[in-house]
Each structure stands twice: as C-alpha cells, then as structure tokens.
C-alpha cells in the first residue's frame, strides 16, 4: 500500500498562484509514475499533470500546459504541481495518484493509477 496526502490547495484570485505538495509513504516512491487530477463540481475526474519515476519526462493537458509545473522529490517521497496564472475554471479537487508504470507515456485516464490521496481543494476567485 502507498499512502498520499495532498496539501496546499485554498483560496486564490484568478491571475495567482498555488502550489500544491503531495507526501508518499509506504513504498518505495521512486518505482512510480505520479499524476495530478483533478475534479471541478459536476465534471468527471480529469487528467492534469504526470512525471515519470526519475522525474524527466512531464505530461501536460492541454488546459494547464505552460501555466503548471509538476515536480517531484524522490529524497523527499513528494510531488509538487506548482500552478501559475490560475483561472476560474481550474477550481476543483485536486488529487495526486501513483503509478507503477514508468511515466515514458502519458497515462492519462485514472484507472492507469493504483494509489490516490484524499484530495485538496482549489478555488479561483474571478
């Protein structure tokens, strides 16, 4: 079993930004892929970010490509999914997610994920 917890979401005025941390524990993090998702009331859970195992290759959707970064640190066990230039419409629960494939394709529907924390909540204010 892997554990995730999520933090840093809140409240932030549209043009701001957040970064949101999410702590691993309970197997070797290194061995897996993370993404970000998120989901805004009403919507289906969606693809927002993914990093490979050694963190060199990202995957973005469209929606959040140049305005969010993910990271991780594997001395660490955390991933971190820095947003800039938020908008309204990227208010959702965000929830990280592991992986065991390795992160060289995009894996961007959420049953490709094993593990996923509780989730944190953004909210853009216009």
């Known amino acids: 079993q892997m554990q995730l917890v999520e933090s840093g979401g809140g409240l932030v005025q549209a043009g701001g930004s957040l970064r949101l941390s999410c702590a691993a524990s309970?197997?070797?993090?290194?061995?897996?892929?993370m993404g970000w998702f998120r989901q805004a009331p009403g919507k289906e859970r969606e693809f927002a970010a993914q990093?490979?195992?050694?963190?060199?290759?990202?995957y973005y959707a469209d929606s959040v490509k140049g305005r969010f970064t993910i990271s991780r640190d594997n001395a660490k066990n955390t991933v971190y999914l820095q947003m800039n230039s938020l908008k309204p419409e990227d208010t959702a629960v965000y929830y990280c997610?592991?992986?065991?494939?390795?992160?060289?394709?995009?894996?961007?529907?959420?049953?490709?994920?094993?593990?996923w924390g509780q989730g944190t909540q953004v909210t853009v204010a216009s």
């Open positions: 990093i490979s195992r050694s963190g060199g290759t990202t």
């Open positions: 997610a592991a992986t065991i494939y390795s992160g060289s394709y995009a894996y961007t529907r959420d049953y490709d994920y094993t593990y």
């Open positions: 309970g197997r070797a993090f290194s061995s897996y892929a």
